[in-house]
């Protein structure tokens, strides 16, 4: 691992799921954040850059404002975070500045499954291994999507046609090949029998031209997550076929899981925090604890609530020991789809 100090690894992880839900953090080195904090080993002297490796509205952008506001508001933070977008490289743009500054613990960013799949592609000078965990903070569903007038009633319907004949139904996703969608829907279809390198995948610039595309008759089924596609499952317009987590998503309750359907896979959208290389052990304490507490927060309650999130933290620890089992099942999954460079 690239820091300073090294880490004590955590024992070998459970393998067979693309998701690690590891129980919350316990034996965290620090017991305090924030003014009031009674850790007393470091505290930022300056206020921290926060950046969003994408552009505003998105899903990196949200995640960011919105804990920077959670965590200000709750005084968890003895400087202000302020968001700056870099945008470019689906997140080779952010992560390469970050990396330009080792040992900085005034910097951090907001991650998630692109700080792997975008390395493993070969479009990133940069890894997850080149950076500091500090905390994993939520998850949310894909979800499996048709109109509401298709044939297909169930995910195992979709799944017999695939099997079948792959390249016979068109599968619109908000992100590019080898990325988010396309790996989440590739996993479900290769677990479901399905030949995955064969599926008609169609990207597109974000989840909404998908669920544009599908609706206006483009393609027969699309992949998003689970918060893009609410609205027009409660207007009548989609139906999920299923969502890719263990449990049942919140916004979604009627939906089932893939294992439901009889398709074991499991797939989240997980979203944390990172920073350069070579924190420092206080360092990484004082951000870890902040956050543990900010995700413990009614504030921040109310916010996963309304933007469809599940809260699942993991200290920096057992965030570095998911990121490494996930690499490897990512790494399987982009070689099944002939996309791993």
Not at 36 to 61: C, F, H, L, M, Q
Request: aromatic share 8%; charged share 20%; proline share 6%.
């Amino acid at each position: 691992m690239s820091r300073s100090a090294p880490r004590a690894v955590m024992a070998a992880v459970a393998a067979g799921s693309a998701t690690l839900l590891l129980a919350a953090c316990g034996g965290q080195q620090a017991t305090g954040a924030g003014s009031g904090s009674d850790s007393g080993d470091w505290k930022p002297s300056k206020p921290i850059e926060y950046v969003a490796p994408a552009g505003t509205g998105g899903g990196w952008d949200t995640l960011a404002r919105t804990s920077a506001r959670v965590l200000d508001e709750a005084n968890l933070i003895d400087k202000p975070l302020r968001v700056v977008n870099k945008p470019g490289g689906g997140g080779a743009i952010g992560w390469s500045y970050i990396s330009q500054h080792p040992g900085d613990p005034h910097k951090l960013f907001v991650t998630s499954p692109p700080i792997l799949l975008v390395p493993l592609a070969g479009e990133s000078q940069q890894s997850y291994d080149d950076f500091t965990p500090i905390a994993r903070l939520n998850t949310e569903p894909l979800a499996y999507v048709v109109k509401a007038s298709s044939p297909f009633k169930t995910f195992g319907d979709l799944a017999a046609k695939l099997k079948a004949d792959p390249k016979s139904v068109s599968i619109a996703g908000g992100s590019g090949p080898g990325s988010l969608d396309h790996v989440g829907l590739a996993g479900a279809v290769k677990a479901a029998g399905a030949d995955a390198s064969k599926v008609k995948y169609v990207p597109f610039d974000g989840g909404g031209e998908a669920l544009t595309a599908l609706l206006g008759g483009h393609a027969e089924a699309a992949v998003a997550g689970a918060s893009e596609v609410t609205g027009l499952v409660k207007s009548g317009d989609l139906r999920v076929l299923a969502v890719s987590t263990k449990e049942r998503s919140e916004i979604l309750p009627d939906a089932p899981t893939l294992t439901e359907s009889g398709v074991k896979y499991v797939f989240d959208i997980w979203r944390g925090v990172m920073g350069p290389k070579d924190l420092t052990e206080p360092q990484i304490a004082y951000y870890e604890n902040a956050y543990k507490k900010m995700i413990e927060s009614d504030a921040w309650k109310a916010e996963s609530k309304k933007l469809g999130w599940t809260n699942s933290y993991l200290g920096s620890e057992e965030f570095d020991s998911f990121l490494h089992q996930q690499n490897k099942e990512l790494s399987s999954i982009l070689s099944d789809v002939g996309l791993k460079k």
